[in-house]
């Protein structure tokens, strides 16, 4: 796939590229207003939703085309680029002909196949940079699909913006973030310029600085940030957007990490970490070698004992001393219970195995 580098989209955004402005442009004055601001703290590129996909009718749903003809008055006031959201092929054509910078089609419409090819078609020969949103539910296949349909029509300015996914569980995020499905677009379409939307993660103001120093420290390529002149009046989604001021003291307070260092060492002493690494991952491999041996051994004596594969009084003292075990160890409680789950439970399919099948017993002791 053919994905050309943030850098030659022609649009000012280089890694790491900010994107701000507010959640939907509400009036022309505000988004005249909201700007400026943006522009003095030194970001060119605004955002602003003029078609927006509301789950419930009756909410604001945009004001729709009379925005595009505000857009171009802001351009040409103050110089900046624009990015908005599009979600059918008359969306498509307007951007186009009101000179639209970047067009981004949200998580709604990447869920849908049919959209996407309908918004891909009116993309054909078109110079625009587009943003795909990943889809609503984490399933990286169809964000990877909605990707492929934009990049067939011949688009090489795309990119990826990470904004969550919905989950049924209440969290305190409004979409959980599962930060291994957009490191995995990355390892898929290596070169996919990656931004991440902390706003409609977080979905409150007060995440915004810890999601976008997670993304910065996952090597993403900026951040998209809705921004507004007072996010407690906006139209929508009021509870997540910030004040230019407050982006602006975000964005000067996050470290910005490197691919490298220059320092003459780090590659060195990296490179010592690492080996001690793979000599602890090659030791824990063959401590579950040999704790698979002892679970075979066991599967065979209560085999021969016929015994049942899973002991409910067991599990229960397994799961006490294994939660205390990596209190001890001051290891984080519920990633060590997830591992051991799966090493568990492969050791439950490997009894299960021996019990039900023929199995070479001659080289074992529990005979
Ligand atoms: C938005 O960016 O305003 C928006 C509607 O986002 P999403 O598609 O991620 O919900
Ligand atoms: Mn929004």
Redesign the pocket.
Known sequence: MKIEPLESWGVGLKKPAIIAGP??AETEEQLLETTRSIKAIGINVI?A?IW??RTRPNNFEGVGEEALRWIQHVKKETGVKFAI?VATPKHVYEAIKHNIDII?I?????TNPFTVQEIAEAMRGAETPVFV??P?NPDLALWLGAIERISNVGVTKIGA?H??FSSFKQTRYR?LPVWQIPLELKRKLGNIPLLC?P??IGGNRDFIFDLSQIAMDLDYDGL?I?THRDPENAW??AAQQVTPEMLDSILKNIKYRYPTSKDKDFITVLTELRDEVDHVDRELFEIIAQRMEIVEKMGLYKKHNNVTVFQKNRWQEMSETRSKWARELGLDQDFMWDLFKLIHDASIRRQEFIMNNPYDESNDAAK
């Open positions: 959640c939907s955002r939703g927006k996909p959201e981004w949200g998580a709604r419409s990447t949103k990943n609503i913006i904004r969550g979409n939307d706003s409609h998209i809705e929508s989604d």
